[in-house]
């Protein structure tokens, strides 16, 4: 079996529908009728949640974000074998299931399904236990999209009234073009930074374009562009420079701005200021954020019947 086929298998088990496999009788933590989420199942979901937030965010934010995982993880599982009931109810589950097995096997280039099957028990996984994977990722949004998404339409009247109630969100924001000459602190101590900025400043002002100073002061890798760095949004930018640069007219330089990696200086070359877009201009993203919205309204009226109609059960331990 190719090694493709292993390192994607391995990837779609990090996937948030995938489970351990279950070996022994062990404590439910969610039960749906006859469908249940075990400890094993819920604990290894949640390791990989965290995992995944852990590569996305940092410091507080991640802080954050982790001590709502465990509800939301609960509230997700919940809402995913509702999901799978009633699709058994509406739908061929199986032709779903059959249908992904299919473009899995397209996607990763296993020919059949014994190929499959091996590759699958080389991770520790059987047929079965790879279908129940595949139900819980892609049934639910199967159902979100035919049961909820395709049922929302938007009109014209709706799509006026978001525009001009959200005329400012829509805007652009200012952003301002910059060439930049950095000093890195590696090399340099803060006096040879400072008077190499004068002399920097001072050539500039007899004449020498800042962008020919960059190739020759600069050590960020720019140089190669003449120091051209790019459209930048205040958001873009640490707080210091950001107030710097937009404080500058067009032509002027900042002076010497401190940061971790070394000392800037930022010439302001060009500015946009916000605008507002045009009601053509913004349908679609406005069409788009509109959905969304009647999304989550719909989805928690239809997650709240499916509650009603059937059995569902979160161990207390887990709430």
């Known amino acids: 079996m190719k090694r493709l086929v ?27 009728n006859d469908a249940i989420v075990t400890r094993s199942e819920y604990e290894q979901r949640l390791k990989s949640t965290m995992e995944g937030l852990k590569r996305e965010y940092k410091g507080p934010d991640l802080k954050e974000q982790l001590k709502e995982v465990p509800q939301k993880l609960l509230e997700q599982m919940e809402d995913e ?8 109810q509406l739908y061929n589950v199986d032709a779903i299931v059959d249908n992904q097995m299919d473009e899995f096997m397209k996607e990763n280039h ?31 949004e199967f159902m979100r999209s035919r049961e909820i998404r395709s049922k929302i339409s938007i009109s014209t009247d709706e799509i006026k009234e978001y525009y001009e109630a959200h005329k400012s969100r829509l805007a652009s924001k ?63 930018l640490a707080s210091p420079i950001a107030k710097a640069v937009f404080a500058l007219k067009v032509g002027e330089v900042t002076d010497l701005i401190p940061t971790d990696a070394g000392w800037y200086l930022f010439r302001l070359e060009s500015r ?13 993203q406005i069409i788009e ?22 059995y569902v059960r979160i161990n207390p331990k887990y709430v």
């Open 81 to 88: 074998l509702l999901l799978v009931e009633k699709a058994k």
């Open 174 to 236: 200012p952003q301002v073009q910059l060439e930049e000459i950095l000093i890195l602190k590696q090399g340099h101590t803060l006096e040879q930074a400072q008077a190499m900025a004068a002399q920097i400043r001072k050539e500039f002002m007899a004449g020498k374009s800042f962008g020919d100073l960059a190739e020759e002061y600069s050590q960020a890798f720019s140089r190669t562009r003449k120091g051209e760095a790019g459209w930048f949004t205040a958001d873009d």
């Open 110 to 140: 296993i020919p059949t399904k014994a190929d499959l099957a091996k590759a699958l028990q080389s991770e520790g996984l059987t047929m079965e236990e790879f279908r129940k994977q595949l139900t819980l990722i892609y049934v639910p």
């Open 272 to 284: 946009k200021d916000a605008t507002v877009p045009t009601l053509d201009q913004s349908r679609d």
């Open 6 to 32: 292993l390192v994607s298998l391995a990837l779609f088990l990090l996937l948030p529908g995938a489970a351990p496999r279950a070996k022994v009788v062990e404590e439910i933590v969610i039960k749906v």
């Open 289 to 310: 954020a509109l959905k969304e919205e009647k999304f989550k309204k719909e989805y928690k009226k239809y997650i709240e019947n499916l509650k009603a109609q059937n």
